[in-house]
């Protein structure tokens, strides 16, 4: 059964950073390119990195570069996405999901057709 597990969300000031983590079960990370996203309350949700699954091309959202880093644990069959120097327009739920399908990155979708982790909420506050 493919499962996705977000979690390492948490409350925290601007300018902090978190470590979040989605550790996968049932299919073979290597394989897939892993999107992470973000819905803030009232807001659509936003694509804002996506890791291919070797040498393949890295994106991130123009409102992240610099801040985020999208990496992954093949092995460990987790992705994580460190969010450095929060700002409270950062605050949303944030996702990873995969359409085990595509190997490499094409460009940030605004939708995914596939299996998505549960969330994991982050909040910054000012």
């Known amino acids: 059964q493919v499962q996705l597990v977000d979690s390492g969300g948490g409350s925290v000031q601007s300018g902090g950073s978190l470590r979040l983590s989605c550790s996968v079960t049932g299919f073979t990370l290597d394989y897939y390119a892993i999107n992470w996203f973000r819905q803030a309350p009232g807001k659509e949700r936003e694509g804002v990195a996506c890791?291919?699954?070797?040498?393949?091309?890295?994106y991130y959202a123009d409102s992240v570069k610099g801040r985020f880093t999208v990496s992954r644990d093949n092995a460990k069959n987790t992705v994580y996405l460190q969010i450095n120097s929060l700002k409270p327009e950062d605050t949303a739920v944030y996702y990873c999901?995969?359409?085990?399908?595509?190997?490499?990155?094409?460009?940030?979708?605004?939708?995914?057709?596939?299996?998505w982790g549960q969330g994991t909420q982050v909040t910054v506050s000012s």
């Open positions: 999901a995969t359409d085990l399908y595509r190997s490499n990155c094409v460009g940030l979708p605004k939708a995914l057709y596939g299996s």
């Open positions: 890791i291919s699954s070797h040498d393949g091309p890295t």
